[in-house]
């Protein structure tokens, strides 16, 4: 991982795994996946790889970038559930 303890690492790295999975999902899959009847899984997933991110970056001290992390993460899943899920 970087060694830069800054915001705006934090947000570039937060924002790798929401941007493939976006990609995945919307492009290569044209949103025709469906995990149990919950179209919004796959998104959650990473989201959830995101929070193992932040996890480390906190226990390493790098608290400025689990904030970015913790923000970009958040800011992309309140995304999903405005534009992706409530058109459902």
Known sequence: M???????????IGAILPAISLFVFMFVLKNH??????????????????????????AKGADKTGNGIAMISLLFML??????LQSL
């Open 2 to 12: 970087l060694n830069k303890n800054d915001t705006a690492t934090g947000l570039l």
């Open 79 to 84: 995304a999903i559930f405005i534009f992706k």
């Open 33 to 58: 996946v469906v995990f149990m009847n919950k179209p919004g899984i796959p998104y959650f997933v990473a989201f959830a790889l995101n929070l193992f991110i932040l996890r480390y970056c906190y």
